[in-house]
């Protein structure tokens, strides 16, 4: 049985996106910013191959609960705010 603590990991070739769903408000940020990546009727809800790694980076920032984070496959990474 899950706790929703667990992280679950969207890859593409340039991004990286993690989604902890205890964390989420389902203020759907996520879902108004980049309806081509985020769309939870669509499994997998993440396909960050859908937009280019720095608009899918500006909308995960976006997330009010930090259930959203990312990592660039380049290295860079979102610093948890």
Same mark, same amino acid.
């Given at each position: 049985?899950?706790?929703?603590? =667990?992280?679950?990991?969207? #890859?593409?070739?340039?991004? +990286?996106? +993690?989604?902890? /769903?205890? *964390? !989420?408000?389902?203020?759907?940020? !996520?879902?108004? $910013?980049?309806? =081509?990546?985020?769309? @939870?009727?669509? *499994? ?5 191959? $859908?937009? $280019?790694?720095? *608009?899918?980076? =500006?909308?995960? *920032?976006? !997330? @009010?609960?930090?259930? %959203?984070?990312? =990592? %660039?496959?380049?290295?860079? /990474?979102? #610093?948890? $705010?």
């Amino acid at each position: 049985m899950s706790s929703g603590t =667990e992280k679950k990991a969207y #890859t593409s070739q340039s991004i +990286t996106v +993690t989604f902890e /769903a205890g *964390r !989420c408000l389902h203020a759907a940020e !996520c879902v108004r $910013g980049l309806p =081509e990546v985020f769309d @939870p009727g669509r *499994r997998p809800w993440i396909r960050p191959d $859908g937009a $280019g790694a720095g *608009r899918v980076a =500006e909308v995960v *920032r976006r !997330c @009010p609960s930090g259930a %959203l984070q990312y =990592e %660039l496959v380049d290295g860079g /990474a979102e #610093t948890p $705010g």
